[in-house]
């Protein structure tokens, strides 16, 4: 499956984005998502996941009720709408597939998205 996130961009702190990923190639509804992020000199980190029917979402502490993930099977895309943005949350992000369940783990996602550009200024 190949993966195309977008919507990154340069906004205020307080503001709002919303991240899409676009899928392609196999049967997306099978797949658990997943949003990661890469801020410079950082290791990647977990910060939301969604079920394959989306019954099912996970968040990390950082973005708990400011981030909310969600899925349209039909259009074959995920989305990441985030609120109330902070400086510490500019980074890369990335979405990506995995084949089993939706995990905070990395090594549990086989494709990965080109990663879109998130910058919050203060």
């Known amino acids: 499956v190949q993966l195309q996130a977008s919507g990154g961009g340069l906004v205020q702190a307080g503001g709002s984005l919303r991240l899409s990923c676009a899928a392609s190639g196999r049967t997306f509804s099978g797949y658990p998502m997943g949003w990661f992020r890469q801020a410079p000199g950082k290791e990647r980190e977990f910060v939301a996941a969604i079920n394959w029917s989306g019954s099912s979402t996970y968040y990390a502490d950082s973005v708990k009720g400011r981030f909310t993930i969600s899925r349209d099977n039909a259009k074959n895309t995920v989305y990441l709408q985030m609120n109330s943005l902070k400086p510490e949350d500019t980074a890369v992000y990335y979405c990506?597939?995995?084949?089993?369940?939706?995990?905070?783990?990395?090594?549990?996602?086989?494709?990965w998205g080109q990663g879109t550009q998130v910058t919050v200024s203060s």
């Open positions: 990506a597939a995995g084949r089993y369940a939706a995990s905070m783990f990395a090594r549990m996602y086989d494709y």
